[in-house]
């Protein structure tokens, strides 16, 4: 499975950003997949999440906010960034898990990742 991210970018506080992430070499509906953002000296967190029945999860500084969504052939994921603040500023990473049950906002459930794609958030 191959990640590549892309739609990152500066915005000032308050504005929108939409991520993508392109998956190649995907089994349909094999993966849960999921979004993390990662700032500088912090640990990588998860902000949402989608499962295999499409059901989804979010952090809590993120709910309200943001939004997931997978396009129908399910070759890529998307995350909806509303309101944007300057704390979420940080990397964030598409990444796809491939256990029978997985915790959708924890990176140790997932397998695979993509190589990040900045977003930064000025006031």
């Known amino acids: 499975v191959q990640l590549v991210e892309s739609g990152g970018g500066s915005v000032q506080s308050g504005g929108s950003l939409r991520l993508s992430c392109a998956v190649s070499g995907y089994t349909h509906n094999r993966y849960y997949m999921g979004w993390f953002r990662q700032a500088p000296g912090k640990e990588r967190e998860g902000v949402s999440g989608?499962?295999?029945?499409?059901?989804?999860a979010y952090a809590d500084s993120v709910k309200g906010r943001f939004t997931i969504t997978q396009n129908n052939a399910k070759n890529t994921l998307y995350l909806q960034m509303n309101s944007l603040k300057p704390e979420d500023t940080a990397m964030y990473y598409c990444?796809?898990?491939?256990?029978?049950?997985?915790?959708?906002?924890?990176?140790?459930?997932?397998?695979?990742w993509g190589q990040g794609t900045q977003v930064t958030v000025f006031s």
């Open positions: 990444a796809a898990g491939s256990k029978t049950v997985g915790r959708l906002l924890y990176r140790q459930d997932y397998d695979y």
């Open positions: 989608i499962g295999r029945n499409d059901g989804t």
